[in-house]
């Protein structure tokens, strides 16, 4: 009996540990925080003072990875700052355009890529054209905003409008996206 109860005991434990480090490679921790010294006036601007996390990796991807969509205004002069990553070009905010969190940018291997974005119980092709720093931020090259969090797609309003969300409204939604 004791024999039994021991490789019982073993096999609990296994399982165990693989289900702990299942569930530590699935999550994103962060990497460290930023700490802006200088104010901006805009609306989303970094504070002077106030933490920003900052990450390095992002959730995986599946089939259907969750993500918080949020509105991007690639335009010259928009909320996005400089030009696009991929292309170093601005896009008009009638393009279905995307910026992905740094650790799903993946150093730009989705550049010019379409991913699949759902919500609203719509589906949308998007192409990737911009990372959305998760790492940087709170400078003139991020228009002062902070870091992004580690699931977020950010989104023309085009996007929106084919998923029939009003971005302006809502600021940010609930998503699931895949590549395509």
């Known amino acids: ?8 005991l ?3 434990a296994l399982a165990a540990s693989h289900l ?9 921790g962060p990497s460290g925080s930023l700490r802006p010294t200088r104010s901006h006036s805009c609306e989303d601007c970094c504070k002077a003072g106030k933490t920003y996390t900052k990450y390095k990796c992002s959730p995986p ?8 969509m949020t509105l991007n205004n690639f335009e010259q002069g928009g909320d996005g700052g400089d030009p696009s990553e991929c292309d170093g070009a601005f896009h008009r905010n009638s393009e279905r355009v995307v910026a992905l969190s740094t ?3 993946g150093g730009g291997s989705r550049c010019g890529k379409n991913i699949r974005i759902r ?10 054209v911009d990372e959305c720093d998760s790492v940087n931020g709170c400078d003139r090259e991020h228009a002062f905003q902070p870091p992004c969090r580690n699931n977020v797609v950010d989104a023309s309003k085009a996007v ?6 009003t971005g302006e409204e ?11």
């Open 1 to 8: 009996m004791m024999r039994s109860t021991s490789c019982l």
């Open 10 to 12: 073993l096999v609990l």
């Open 20 to 28: 702990l480090l299942a569930a530590v490679g699935a999550g994103c």
């Open 61 to 68: 991807v599946s089939s259907s990875t969750r993500a918080v």
């Open 103 to 105: 650790g799903w940018y």
């Open 119 to 128: 919500g609203n119980g719509r589906s949308v092709l998007a192409k990737v």
């Open 160 to 165: 929106w409008d084919a998923l029939g969300i």
């Open 170 to 180: 809502v600021g940010e939604y609930d998503i699931t996206w895949s590549d395509a």
